[in-house]
């Protein structure tokens, strides 16, 4: 699978955005598919994860309450709302995608075998 996120962009603090990540390849419906970001000088961290049917979905910490993420399956693109950003949010967004029966922790970059390219979002205080 190739993926390709997009969306990013320069936001004000309490701004909005929405980033869309697009799938081709294998079935992007038997994939589990995950956001995370990261900052200059910082490690990548876990944003989000949603499950094959968008039944569930997993969030980081920082980004609980605030972010969403869905997929459709029909367009193979998954998402990644994001409202009352702050300037700590700034970084790089990368989705990417695992196969189902990977067993490592959702959180862990390693469960992911491709990543998009990533697509930079900036917050401005």
């Known amino acids: 699978v190739q993926l390709q996120a997009f969306g990013g962009g320069l936001v004000q603090a309490g701004g909005s955005l929405r980033l869309s990540c697009a799938a081709s390849?294998?079935?992007?419906?038997?994939?589990?598919m995950g956001w995370f970001r990261q900052a200059p000088g910082k490690e990548r961290e876990f944003v989000a994860a949603?499950?094959?049917?968008?039944?569930?979905?997993w969030y980081g910490t920082s980004v609980k309450g605030r972010f969403t993420s869905s997929r459709d399956n029909a367009k193979n693109t998954v998402y990644l709302e994001m409202n009352s950003l702050k300037p700590e949010d700034t970084a790089v967004y990368y989705c990417a995608a695992r196969r189902a029966s990977q067993t490592m922790s959702i959180m862990s970059t390693s469960g992911y075998d491709v990543w998009g390219l990533g697509t930079l979002v900036t917050v401005s205080s």
């Open positions: 949603i499950s094959r049917s968008g039944g569930s979905v």
């Open positions: 390849g294998r079935a992007f419906s038997s994939d589990v």
